[in-house]
């Protein structure tokens, strides 16, 4: 009897320490799990962590291409201003030089015109005696230089023929004073009015 006590006491004990066992083994597995849960919490967040910053990396990368993008077209809409800005100056300043080209013409062609007309306009006696004046002046300094070549003679013969046909010089027996002439001065020998000329320049002719 004493034996079978003995027995269920000792067969008690190993069931207590089996239990036990049983518990540290479980208590063990729990912890193990638990740290498992806690490592598997931790890369989660580490990836979030990393997507995140991956997300941020691709928003500053798209913003900066946005902002490329933005200063690439200021700088084309700067560059299309600025040639057109060129083209309409250019323009402009073909447009000016048109028109000074052609107010140079229009005032050529008045210039010519007037010319024109005044070489058919009568010459007042007191232009007709300064021409006379003029070439008795040439006249009498080719004289006083002894003149005898003929290149002499047809320089002189050119003067002469100069003088004569410039427009305003022309003699015109149905003169009319103009206004406008200057005074001018009449040398010995010939009267105000032109009739009678400077014997010399006569000696020209």
Do not use: W, Y
């Not at 995140?52 to 084309?76: F, H, P, Q």
């Not at 300064?130 to 002189?156: D, E, F, H, K, Y």
């Not at 004073?177 to 200057?182: K, L, S, W, Y």
């Amino acid at each position: 009897k004493v034996a079978a006590v003995a027995l269920e006491a000792a067969v008690a004990a190993a069931s207590e320490e089996k239990a036990a066992a049983v518990r540290a083994a479980a208590a063990e597995k729990a912890a193990a799990l638990e740290a498992t849960e806690r490592a598997a919490a931790l890369s989660a967040e580490k990836e979030a962590a990393v997507a995140a910053l991956e997300a941020a990396v691709a928003a500053a990368s798209e913003d900066k291409a946005a902002a490329l993008r933005i200063a690439d077209a200021e700088k084309v809409a700067a560059l299309e201003q600025a040639e057109l800005a060129a083209a309409a100056e250019k323009a402009a300043a073909l447009q000016s030089s048109r028109i000074r080209r052609a107010a140079q013409e229009e005032s050529h062609r008045n210039e010519v015109a007037r010319l024109r007309g005044q070489s058919g306009m009568a010459v007042s006696p007191r232009s007709q005696l300064r021409t006379l004046v003029q070439v008795g002046q040439v006249a009498a300094s080719l004289r006083g230089q002894a003149i005898s070549s003929p290149q002499s003679r047809q320089m002189a013969e050119s003067t002469r023929s100069e003088l004569v046909a410039t427009p305003h010089n022309r003699l015109n027996a149905t003169a009319t004073p103009r206004v406008d002439e200057p005074p001018c001065e009449i040398p010995a020998g010939a009267s105000s009015d032109g009739t009678r000329k400077d014997a010399n320049a006569l000696k020209f002719f």
